[in-house]
Antibody, heavy 119, light 107 residues
Framework: QMQLQESGPGLVKPSETLSLTCTVS????????WGWIRQPPGKGLEWIGL???????YYNPSLKSRVTMSLHVSENQFSLKLTSVTAADTAVYYC?????????????WGQGTLVTVSS | DIQLTQSPSFLSASVGDRVTITCRAS??????LAWYQQKPGKAPRLLIY???TLQSGVPSRFSGSGSGTEFTLTISSLQPEDFATYYC?????????FGGGTQVEIK
């Protein structure tokens, strides 16, 4: 059964770059989209972006100018970079697999990692 | 962007109750809607996809229905482990969006 695990610094300073990695185990990265979703403490879910094996990316327009996603298939990983962070970027960040079919859903998700933006 | 409005945002119910949560979209969409359950400190768990298809392993007391702009998640008989927050998500167009969530608590 496929599992996803986020990793990266739990504390990032304002104006710096948040970098996270999602490691995929128990299956191939082929034929899926890979995505990031975040959840500020006590709030709802926000979709950040998706990347496909072809290199195609889709980003939330609200974050697009600051987001870069990359795939590292040989390592069974994909990554997220978010630049110029502020306190508003403090959240639990989840990675997830999106089925590559019309209307594809997210499953499974990683357990999430809390990133705090603070000096 | 397709905005999703969930109602109610909070509901208090008893074990055994039938519970219905509604998700309304700001514009008509394909039936590309998913429902997730989230418990405190945990990642969301997929319950329903394509508006009405039950994910493998999810109890049959959960069901989804709807089309166009109105979708519902129904729990036929609420169990103690069902107390959680539920989110809908539209997968019809970018940007993908979530509803604001419905917190289900014990009465």
């Amino acid at each position: 059964q496929m599992q996803l695990q986020e990793s990266g610094p739990g504390l990032v300073k304002p104006s710096e770059t948040l970098s996270l990695t999602c490691t995929v185990s128990g299956g191939s990265m082929n034929s899926y989209y890979w995505g990031w979703i975040r959840q500020p403490p006590g709030k709802g879910l926000e979709w950040i972006g998706l990347i496909h094996l072809s290199g195609t990316t889709y980003y939330n327009p609200s974050l697009k100018s600051r987001v870069t996603m990359s795939l590292h298939v040989s390592e069974n990983q994909f990554s997220l970079k978010l630049t110029s962070v502020t306190a508003a970027d403090t959240a639990v960040y989840y990675c997830g697999r999106r089925m590559a079919v019309p209307g594809g859903w997210f499953d499974p998700w990683g357990q999430g990692t809390l990133v705090t933006v603070s000096s | 962007d397709i905005q999703l409005t969930q109602s109610p945002s909070f509901l208090s119910a008893s074990v055994g109750d039938r519970v219905t949560i509604t998700c309304r979209a700001s514009q008509g969409m394909n039936n590309y809607l998913a429902w997730y359950q989230q418990k405190p400190g945990k990642a969301p768990r997929l319950l329903i996809y394509a508006a009405s298809t039950l994910q493998s392993g999810v109890p049959s007391r959960f069901s989804g229905s709807g089309s166009g702009t109105e979708f519902t998640l129904t729990i036929s008989s609420l169990q103690p482990e069902d107390f959680a927050t539920y989110y809908c998500q539209q997968l019809s167009s970018y940007p993908l969006t979530f509803g604001g969530g419905t917190q289900v608590e014990i009465k």
